[in-house]
């Protein structure tokens, strides 16, 4: 399977901008690159998600290189809010099982 | 609007007594997977299905049976709990191709005494 690597931590202060990098470097050309935390006490939540391009949503900004072989979630203002852990998964494709790793814990200093 | 709907939210329960946690899509989606949550330890899987009657283990599968007998429902089964069930269960739901976002339900705080 296809693996992740993400910083076990993360720290921000609020109001500044984030960026969550992810290794996957065994990426095959059909995995899309997906994003979801997850706030103490409750369950997953989706953030974004992408295959080749860019993305942008409301929540956040989805960098994908050009290999494929990194990717960065950008969080424009980081807020109190976004403490949370932030999983990036490769899913579809040649990954037919969405897995969470270990996540990166991002804390968020006021 | 498009969901996946846990139930129940909260259960507590003895030992041995059989219980099941429902869980059901409406978006048509392929692919659904159970998950537990511990303190410390992250989402492990539990099981996972890829259609109907198409059933895997993942992680954690010992204690636990799933059916996806209909494409929007996959229940997870505790024939016989024992404390160490006691957790925070999601279920999710997804398309195959990864092409859409997975959708998790709110989760079943289950109580094991």
């Known amino acids: 399977d296809a693996k992740t690597t993400q910083p076990n931590s993360m720290e921000s202060n609020e109001e500044e901008p984030v960026h969550l990098p992810c290794n996957h470097s065994t990426i095959s050309g059909t995995d899309y690159i997906h994003w979801y935390r997850q706030l103490p006490s409750q369950g997953p939540e989706y953030v974004i998600h992408?295959?080749?391009s860019n993305v942008n949503n409301r929540m956040a900004s989805l960098a994908i290189a050009e290999d494929r072989k990194s990717s960065t979630l950008i969080l424009h203002r980081a807020t109190l809010r976004d403490a949370a852990v932030y999983y990036c998964?490769?899913?579809?494709?040649?990954?037919?099982?969405?897995?969470f790793g270990k996540g990166t814990k991002l804390s968020v200093k006021p | 609007e498009a969901q996946v709907t846990q139930n129940p939210r909260y259960l507590i329960t003895v030992t041995g007594k059989k219980l099941t946690v429902t869980c059901s899509q409406n978006?048509?989606?392929?692919?659904m997977s159970w998950y537990r949550q511990d303190p410390g330890l992250g989402l492990r899987q539990i099981y996972y299905s890829m259609n109907v009657e198409v059933t895997d283990k993942g992680d954690v599968p010992e204690g636990y049976k799933v059916s996806r007998k209909e494409k929007r429902n996959f229940p997870l089964i505790l024939e016989s709990p024992s404390p160490n069930q006691t957790s925070l269960y999601f279920c999710a739901s997804s398309r195959l191709t990864g092409r859409d976002r997975a959708f998790f339900g709110q989760g079943t705080r289950l109580t094991v005494v």
């Open positions: 998964i490769l899913y579809g494709g040649s990954q037919g099982n969405l897995i």
């Open positions: 992408g295959l080749t």
């Open positions: 978006m048509n989606h392929e692919y």
